[in-house]
């Protein structure tokens, strides 16, 4: 069935170095994926998203990464800050007609000072 | 300001209580959903409403009721709470098909 994963639940970088968050999924049909970031006591935000035309997506600071012939995808914050501290969730959708976006289980970021 | 705006943000009530939680969306978007999200983090859709019309409805338990009064409003109705319908409970809207959720802050539900 239908599963979006992620490789490690937690994820611990010290303030200046760069963070990958990985994440897998198992519909090969899937087309069209998007990053959360979610703080405590807060709903989850949109970051960045790519559509399945597109292996690379740039925006501040950070990028993702989608490769289709492992159904892999990851998100790279560049020069990671305490303010990214948070939880963070990959998400697809399959068909454009499709409502219905599937989340991963999420990869908390811890940022040492 | 706010884009998604869901009341109240906690609700702590009693078992065989009914509960209802509010949803606005100020974005323009056509369709609005709602999600849960349990004490592991994972977030599973419930509802989702396209321009009043419901669209997606998961395998939920008959006592939720989500109502959709116009496009900017999602609400949900839970009858006869049970311990397990405890977690937090996220409204989110959106164009139709592949684009971004906007999601609310959530509303944090207790039952003792």
């Known amino acids: 069935g239908e599963s979006v994963g992620l490789h490690l639940p937690t994820l611990s970088v010290q303030e200046g170095d760069n963070s990958i968050i990985n994440c897998a999924y198992s519909n090969s049909a899937s087309d069209y994926f998007i990053w959360y970031k979610q703080e405590s006591g807060k709903g989850p935000q949109f970051i960045i998203d790519i559509r399945s035309n597109m292996d690379k997506r740039q925006g501040q600071r950070v990028t993702v990464l989608l490769n289709k012939t492992v159904k892999h995808l990851s998100l790279q914050i560049a020069a990671t800050q305490p303010g990214d501290s948070a939880v963070y969730f990959c998400a697809n959708m399959t068909g454009a007609g499709s409502y219905q976006l599937t989340f991963g289980k999420g990869t908390k970021l811890s940022v040492i000072p | 300001d706010t884009a998604v705006s869901q009341t109240p943000k906690y609700l702590v009530t009693q078992m065989g209580n009914d509960k209802s939680i509010k949803c606005e969306q100020n974005l323009g978007h056509d369709t609005m959903y709602w999600y849960k999200q349990d004490s592991k983090k994972f977030l599973k859709i419930m509802f989702s409403?396209?321009?009043?019309?419901?669209?997606i409805n998961e395998t939920v338990p008959n006592r939720f009721s989500p109502k959709s009064p116009d496009k900017a409003h999602l609400n949900l109705h839970i009858n006869s709470l049970e311990l397990g319908d405890s977690a937090v409970y996220f409204c989110?809207?959106?164009?139709?098909?592949?684009?971004?959720?906007?999601f609310g802050d959530g509303t944090r539900l207790s039952i003792l």
């Open positions: 409403y396209n321009n009043k019309e419901l669209i």
């Open positions: 989110a809207s959106s164009q139709p098909g592949d684009q971004p959720q906007h």
